[in-house]
């Protein structure tokens, strides 16, 4: 099966971009390898981000820093906060912040301007400046130099005022400029966790460092003196005036809740009490033992009464419930008396029977007690009835005052509500008006004892050492600037990368076969699109000797691997085209100058050497590097061959040593036509003509990219092979070319990279591959350095 008739989307499909063969996830093994290749770009960078340190470092006056600690002490003013009305508690952060702001205030920095005539001081106002600020400076002055002539709100353009009052307008810009100055400059910068705040300043002079210090410390400590007295005296006078307007308040409420009790008769007792409260409680309990009486009466009412009720002769049995009467009342004598006839009549009658006149007698006289028994009986049921129904009317009289005295009491406790209130009130304002008398009496005592609540820890001193610029914190910074400076270029070269550097980009890229890489050869590479000299000593110059010698390299230098990678393609055209007697080979390329004449003369001269009949053919009419490289004086060639009809013996150069044909291309000018030349009938009948002698026809044809020469000669050719140099040729061109020219693009047996610098290829292949180990197959090729030299023969 014929490799080379395969469609170019069944052979290797192309991928869709470039863009789109990235991973989902980070590529760690392609980072590693482009940190690799960028690391001379990055230590370049850093270097020079050193060097820029010490420019800095050189440039850049020294400055001194002058630090003084200022404590925010609650304990200073203790005994003032115990008795203060106007006290404050510094607890939070936020109170350390607003005294940090209080710090860097404009009134503050107008102070030590004044204190110190700042405006004035030429060191201040005009300090020494690095290199770096005079450029910026410069910058700014050029921008204000195209700027028209300052104007000042409300005055007008200056240069038109009268000398006083420009001197004086100047004087108040310079201390407004100094106040601003002085206040950007100046640090205030807590302490951890604490309640100290360090300020400090820097200045290139130290003496002025420390006395701005100094002096912003003492004008902070009096601003707290001062504030501290202002608050107090504002509290008093404030105070007088609200003691005046409290004591009217609280007599008014006095007299408001004495003429309401007058009013409503509201008086108490010693306890508090109101008088119509302590009459209802005494109605409640008399009317309770009140209850107790009728209850205990009715009870013994009703006993009484139900043996009444049963009649006279129960009398007797139930005349036992009379023991609760003393022993000497009636019911109990008669109770003993009956007991004592029953006893006789049961006597007599169990002597004598019952119809003796004795038993009868007896009889009656039972008879006559039991009668007196209920008599009795009945008179003390009367008697309890009495009781029962006294009892009962005085409780119902009690229950009668008690409801007359609960709605007074009703009254008299809604009237105690409003009462109350007025009482609170008056409470209240007395209350009150007694503490702001107090605390009258104490601001007024403060104003004589003003008290700050911070005081100076650590003084302004004289710094003996520079603070700024410094030395390992510059150099450190401009070294990870210089790092960062160098990976943002290194990241720009690898994004700028689009050209092929490994074999697996070919494949990957543009889904052709790999057939192996080509070093470079000789100090320089080719420059076949370079016209010839006419004159005779340039063929004859160490330049052309070079470019003949490199034509060479595979008969001179058969180990080496530009060799081996030449083997590499005959196989590969040799498999695709197995069973053709002749072959032609195309070698192309996308661009000039990408070695595809060197490699058309080495591939050709291998196949020789090798013992195959080889014909060479230059078919790049345009412009004929191969034959200028050859040094080839003809005057006829490829085009008057088939032009006239010619065969290749006639116009044909054999080597002498190698029995290469050579069938050179003479230039004639400026002749456009030459696609036309090569898709002629006479060319197929040339081509005809050489298959019939040679196993190999190699063809070194014109770049695809600029002329159509190589296209219109496809159809005569078996296969190609495509020349990309390393690192120039671009991805997106050949992807194009494929994809333009399918034709030409299904007779292509594989690719080749050109012009490779081996100690680099290293860096651009992945982990495991080929190209990170060609240093072990050293012993397989010639060394470089000999391929060099015999090139140089």
């Known amino acids: 099966m014929n490799y080379a008739n395969f469609p170019l989307d069944k052979r290797m499909p192309l991928p869709n971009s470039d863009a789109g063969d990235g991973e989902d996830f980070i590529d760690v093994e392609r980072l590693l390898g482009m940190a690799a290749r960028q690391a001379k770009v990055v230590g370049v960078c850093a270097i020079i981000g050193l060097f820029l340190g010490l420019l800095y470092l050189q440039t850049t006056p020294p400055k001194y820093q002058s630090i003084a600690s200022v404590l925010i002490d609650e304990g200073l003013n203790k005994i003032v906060d115990d008795i203060s009305a106007a006290s404050t508690t510094m607890q939070t952060d936020s109170a350390i912040l607003s005294q940090i702001e209080i710090l860097t205030s404009t009134r503050l920095a107008s102070v030590v301007v004044d204190k110190l005539k700042l405006d004035q001081n030429d060191a201040f106002m005009n300090p020494p400046q690095s290199a770096l600020a005079q450029g910026v400076g410069l910058v700014r002055g050029l921008i204000q130099y195209v700027r028209p002539s300052p104007v000042m709100p409300g005055v007008g353009d200056i240069s038109k005022l009268d000398p006083a009052t420009r001197d004086a307008l100047i004087a108040t810009s310079q201390r407004d400029y100094a106040i601003l100055k002085l206040q950007n400059e100046i640090r205030a910068d807590r302490v951890g966790r604490s309640y100290v705040i360090e300020l400090g300043y820097q200045a290139t002079d130290p003496g002025l460092a420390k006395a701005i210090t100094k002096a912003y410390s003492d004008a902070y400590l009096a601003d707290q003196l001062d504030a501290s007295f202002d608050a107090t005296e504002r509290a008093a006078v404030w105070l007088q005036g609200r003691l005046t307007e409290l004591r009217e308040s609280s007599q008014q409420a006095s007299l408001a809740v004495e003429k309401f009790r007058a009013e409503h008769g509201l008086s108490a007792n010693s306890d ?60 109990a004598a008669l109770k003993t008396r009956y007991l004592a006839v029953a006893k006789r009549q049961q006597d007599v009658e169990a002597n004598f ?403 490779v610098d081996l100690k680099k290829l290293a860096k651009y292949g992945s982990f495991g591959a080929s190209e990170k180990f060609f240093d072990k197959y050293s012993t397989y090729y010639l060394d470089k350095s000999e391929v060099r030299s015999k090139a140089a023969v």
Do not use: C
């Open 272 to 331: 508090g009490q109101l008088m119509s409260d302590k009459q209802l409680a005494d109605l409640n309990a008399q009317l309770i033992v009140a209850q107790a009486d009728t209850a205990r009466a009715s009870a013994r009412y009703q006993q009484y009464k139900s043996i009444v009720d049963s009649g006279s002769d129960n009398a007797f049995k139930d005349a036992a419930i009379s023991s609760d009467q003393p022993s000497s009342s009636v019911i």
């Open 353 to 755: 029977g019952p119809q003796h006149p004795q038993a009868v007698a007896l009889a009656k006289e039972k008879a006559d007690v039991s009668a007196q028994i209920f008599g009795e009986l009945k008179q003390l049921t009367q008697n309890y009835r009495n009781e029962y129904e006294v009892a009962l009317a005085r409780e119902t009289a009690l229950r009668a005052n008690v409801a007359a005295a609960q709605g007074k009491s009703s009254i008299d406790n809604q009237s105690q509500v409003k009462l109350r209130d007025l009482d609170q009130k008056a409470t209240a304002l007395t209350t009150l008006y007694q503490t702001f008398l107090g605390r009258y009496e104490e601001a007024a005592q403060q104003q004589s004892f003003p008290v700050g609540k911070i005081r100076i820890i650590s003084d302004a001193s004289t710094p003996l050492a520079a603070s700024s610029p410094r030395t390992m914190v510059v150099l450190g910074l401009s070294l990870v600037l210089g790092v960062l400076m160098g990976a943002g270029f290194g990241g720009l070269n690898e994004f700028n990368e689009r050209f092929f550097r490994t074999g697996e980009e070919v494949r990957d890229r543009v889904g052709l076969k790999f057939l192996g890489y080509l070093p470079t050869i000789g100090s320089k590479p080719s420059k076949e699109d370079k016209p010839a000299e006419p004159d005779v000593k340039v063929a004859r110059s160490p330049a052309a000797i070079e470019r003949r010698a490199r034509m060479r390299v595979s008969i001179d230098a058969p180990a080496s691997m530009f060799s081996e990678t030449l083997r590499s393609a005959k196989i590969a055209f040799d498999v695709v085209l197995e069973g053709q007697a002749s072959r032609v080979i195309g070698i192309i390329s996308v661009l000039p100058g990408e070695g595809k004449s060197t490699v058309a003369a080495n591939l050709a001269g291998l196949l020789a050497a090798n013992g195959a009949k080889t014909l060479l053919i230059d078919g790049d009419l345009r412009n004929p590097g191969l034959s200028r490289s050859l040094g080839m004086e003809a005057e006829q060639g490829l085009m008057e061959a088939v032009v006239s009809g010619q065969t290749w013996q006639s116009v044909g150069k054999i080597d002498r040593q190698t029995k290469l044909a050579i069938i050179p291309a003479v230039s004639r000018g400026h002749f456009s036509h030459t696609s036309e030349l090569l898709s002629s009938a006479g060319m197929r009948r040339f081509i005809e003509n050489a298959k019939e002698t040679f196993e190999y026809i190699v063809v070194d044809l014109p770049p695809l990219g600029p002329v159509v020469d190589a296209k219109a000669f496809a159809p005569l050719v078996d296969g190609f092979v495509l020349v990309t140099e390393w690192g120039r040729t671009p991805r997106a061109m050949v992807r194009s070319m494929l994809e333009s020219e399918p034709y030409v693009a299904n007779k292509i047996v594989g690719a080749v990279l050109n012009k």
